[in-house]
């Protein structure tokens, strides 16, 4: 059954992803486009794309967009139910432990452990999506002259908007304007 599938499978996501939304990207594409093939890359990436633009958290968001496409309203509220469920019991028996023990050394340790390989999930997703950008391809191609120049123009442009501090909105925004634009000139030469 479609709907335990994507309820478990999200379930499995949100134990595993420490970290926020960012770091179950990588979880969430391995079930939905390399286990289960119910997305490509381009769609799941699509998916991560509205998740972003979206009110609300990431995670969430792309659970529940990836559940709809996937099964429609029905798989929609299984995947996002399955999302939540392990965060919201985790949340709160970690709340009871931490207001009872207090900020002990062990609890520390683990954190800080956990860390680096939150940034290692968040970069394994970046390049994945750097690679669908700029090629147009899922893995990186053999010749890597057939580069998308839009694709290059707008990631430089956006990383240097982002170091400017610009806000996500925004950005998002114009990066859709831009491609459509630039897009639309690219067909007419």
Not at 36 to 42: A, G, Q, V
Not at 96 to 123: E, M, Q
Request: with cysteine.
């Amino acid at each position: 059954m479609i709907y335990l599938t994507l309820f478990l499978e999200f379930a499995k996501v949100a134990i595993f992803c420490v970290g926020g939304g960012y770091a179950s990207m990588p979880l969430i594409q391995a079930a939905v486009v390399d286990t289960y093939h119910w997305l490509t890359l381009s769609e799941f990436v699509d998916i991560f794309t509205i998740s972003q633009m979206t009110p609300g958290p990431i995670g969430i968001n792309a659970a529940t967009f990836a559940g709809m496409k996937i099964a429609g309203i029905p798989g929609a509220v299984s995947a996002t139910i399955g999302f939540c469920t392990p965060s919201f019991i985790l949340g709160i028996l970690l709340a009871r432990l931490f207001f009872k023990y207090g900020d002990i050394g062990p609890i520390r340790g683990i954190l800080n452990g956990l860390r680096p390989a939150v940034i290692a999930l968040i970069a394994s997703a970046g390049i994945s999506f750097i690679v669908l950008a700029l090629w147009n391809e899922e893995k990186l191609p053999a010749d890597l002259s057939t580069i998308d120049p839009i694709g290059i123009l707008i990631l430089a442009v956006s990383l240097i908007a982002v170091r400017q501090k610009a806000g996500v909105i925004k950005l998002l925004a114009a990066s859709g304007i831009a491609g459509l634009a630039l897009g639309i000139v690219k067909q007419l030469l």
